[in-house]
């Protein structure tokens, strides 16, 4: 139902900060949810953040006070502002649409996925 592509990603010590970026096309950016998920090799894909699309954010523990996620209509792009990096935010980030205005368990459209890598 939706193209979605990140970009952002990149290498980064410990206690920096980054910025992913979403961007959508196809269909309507402002009817859909969105949604940050991560994985890690050897690990299952987790849940980072949420955002509906009255702005309401949701957070996985993980990330609670480190990340931000926001989304601007006009531009039809999601963002997921990263600070305080650590280590362990090391994986691959995805982009996700929902099926709906509100975020739920499941997606229904995944992003490609941008590195992001966070050293010691």
């Known amino acids: 139902q939706v193209q979605l592509v990140e970009s952002g990603g990149g290498l980064v010590q410990a206690g920096g900060s980054l910025q992913l970026s979403c961007t959508a096309a196809g269909n309507s950016f402002a009817i859909n949810a969105m949604g940050w998920y991560r994985q890690a090799p050897g690990k299952e894909r987790e849940f980072v953040a949420g955002?509906?699309?009255?702005?309401?954010?949701y957070y996985a523990d993980s990330v609670k006070g480190r990340f931000t996620i926001s989304r601007d209509n006009t531009k039809n792009t999601l963002y997921l502002q990263m600070n305080n990096l650590k280590p362990e935010d090391t994986a691959m980030y995805f982009c996700a649409a929902y099926r709906s205005m509100a975020v739920s368990r499941t997606p229904g459209s995944w992003g490609q996925g941008t590195q992001v890598t966070v050293s010691s």
């Open positions: 955002i509906s699309t009255g702005g309401s954010t």
